[in-house]
């Protein structure tokens, strides 16, 4: 990657963005000075995660929220994950067909990103979108994902705010709480507050919040909105301006900021060991091995072992 391009994302050139975000993407190898220049570029974007089931209005609410920064003179980057699409680039159609009133405005870029089958990779190349985003100047960044167990809780640790959204069908408290959602939320939603029950849904998450948030947490607020109607939006953004100020206050944002610096420096041995120990002799040697496994008696302790003490040759 070059100087040349690095101006370009720093001018807030957008295919010129496109273009970094396929190599990320596509896991093709980015000079570590690239991305030392892009860290240093990439201060203080606020990072915001939206998430929660398939059709709960994650994306008409992300819509919303554009429209409302934009008013408040920010410029916006959306990340749109979804783990379970192998498509890439023009992903979630419908995604882009109800936010593409943005195509020609130079303060919103839009993106999807699929999984590869690749979800922990996804998170942490969501990260480095993030990072160029901030580069090129965009004030808030937004991570859409669609809610699937880990995937939740891998972007939740990719941003600074996670804002869960649910909708009346979204379930009992029970299943809530299994789902792991309480731990990662700072901000409740129940959307689609047109529909029966939703009341209901914010009462009984409000209680449970009270009662499970975990001593020196923050107790998450809920709101009710009705994303298609444009209700309750404008609440919903000021909430998230006081909770930010909150969670500034009480530290919890800064504590979560150094915690995702340190998973990104783990992500990313991890990840260059890997890399580094799976060379095709070593995938062949495994291979081969496993064909021969009816033959031998050879556990798989014993595979692991060999394979590793081959990479010290
Ligand atoms: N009734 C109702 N429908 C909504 C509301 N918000 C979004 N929808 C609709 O729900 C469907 C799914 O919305 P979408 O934003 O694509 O959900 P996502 O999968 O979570 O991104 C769309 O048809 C929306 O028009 C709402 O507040 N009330
Ligand atoms: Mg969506």
Known sequence: MDQHTLDRIRSNDHRALSRVITQIESGQPISDTFFKEVHTLSHDALRIGITGPPGAGKSTLADQLIQILLNDGKSVGVVAVDP????????????????????FNDNVFIRSMGSHGDLGGLARKAQDVGDLLAASGKDVI???????????????????????????????????????????????VVNKSDRDGAGRLAQSLKAILHTFTQKGKLEPPVFNTSADRKEG?????????????????????????????????????????????????????????????????????????????????
Not at 89 to 96: H, K, T, V, Y
Not at 255 to 262: F, G, I, T, V
Not at 270 to 275: A, P
């Open 233 to 313: 939006v404008a609440d919903l953004y000021q909430g998230i301006i006081d909770h930010l100020a909150l969670m500034k206050d009480e530290g919890v944002l800064k504590a979560k900021q150094l915690e995702r610096y340190r998973n990104r420096i783990f992500n990313l041995i991890q990840d260059r060991l890997l890399r580094k120990f799976w060379t095709q002799e070593k995938l062949d040697q495994m291979e081969l091995s496993i064909q021969n496994l009816e033959l031998t008696n050879t556990s798989p302790h014993e595979v692991a072992n060999s394979l590793l003490k081959g990479s010290h040759d």
């Open 84 to 103: 379970t699409s192998p498509f890439t680039g023009g992903a979630l159609l419908g995604d882009r067909v109800r936010m593409n009133h943005y195509l």
């Open 142 to 188: 937004i991570f859409e994902t669609v809610g699937v167990g880990q995937g939740e809780h891998d972007v939740a640790k990719a941003v600074d705010m996670t804002v869960v959204v649910l909708v009346p069908e979204s379930g009992d408290e029970i299943q809530l709480m299994k789902a792991g959602l309480i731990e990662i939320s700072d901000i409740f």
